[in-house]
């Protein structure tokens, strides 16, 4: 599988609460932070390619300096003073790897956005699909080839032809036509060859692939 390519939003909010924050000067905020994917359009949409999310705080955190989401938005909220880099480790879906996001939790806006571009090594065919519902994917235009045209794709001989559409075009055939079909059919009858002629329903049944397959070669 091909490389597929996507934008992850990342969108911080914060405001200051009405808590003594313990430090003077630094008043205490209450922030939170959300994972979005973009679509072509430059739309957010859930993130659902991805089944994990990691934030890795400052160590002043403690015990709450790790934390993991396991749903899109995979949203995070706390409640502190500072500001401080952490890293945000995404987990694709399907164990299609690990994204590790660098963001900037800074108080300048209350609400700001940081873009970061990932790219999917050799996605597998369920992790293409869903990152089909985002953009196009390599092998079709407009998302993942879906398996609709399974059944009909076996009714095509190895050989290349295709069956449904031959018993269809003998079907438009005028009688005289039809009668030289029949009789070449005859003429190069072999053990794989089926014909039964019903008198009373006044049908002829052929079985004739592989006079078709041979007349290709």
């Avoid at 089926?194 to 397959?213: G, I, M, P, W």
Wanted: hydrophobic fraction near 35%.
């Amino acid at each position: 599988m091909p490389d597929v390519k996507r934008t992850v939003r990342i969108v911080t909010e914060q405001k200051i609460v009405d808590k003594p924050s313990g430090v003077e000067g630094f008043p205490l905020r209450r922030w939170n932070i959300s994972i979005y994917l973009l679509n072509e359009n430059g739309e957010e949409m859930p993130a659902n390619v991805f089944g994990k999310a990691i934030y890795k705080l400052h160590p002043s955190f403690e015990k709450r300096a790790n934390q993991t989401f396991n749903a899109p938005p995979f949203r995070i909220s706390e409640e502190g003073w500072g500001e401080f880099d952490m890293q945000i480790v995404l987990t694709a879906q399907e164990k299609g790897g690990e994204f590790t996001l660098s963001h900037d939790l800074n108080f300048a806006s209350d609400r700001y956005e940081a873009e970061h571009a990932v790219t999917f090594k050799n996605p597998k065919p369920a992790l293409m699909s869903m990152l089909g519902e985002s953009g196009k994917v390599p092998g079709e235009e407009n998302g993942v080839k879906k398996k609709g045209n399974d059944a009909a794709k076996k009714r095509k001989s190895e050989k290349g032809v295709d069956m449904e559409k031959l018993a269809d075009n003998l079907q438009n055939l005028d009688e005289d036509d039809l009668l030289q079909v029949v009789q070449l059919v005859h003429d190069h009858k072999t053990q794989e060859t089926y014909t039964k002629n019903d008198v009373d329903s006044k049908a002829l049944y052929l079985s004739c692939a592989r006079f078709f397959e041979r007349s290709i070669d």
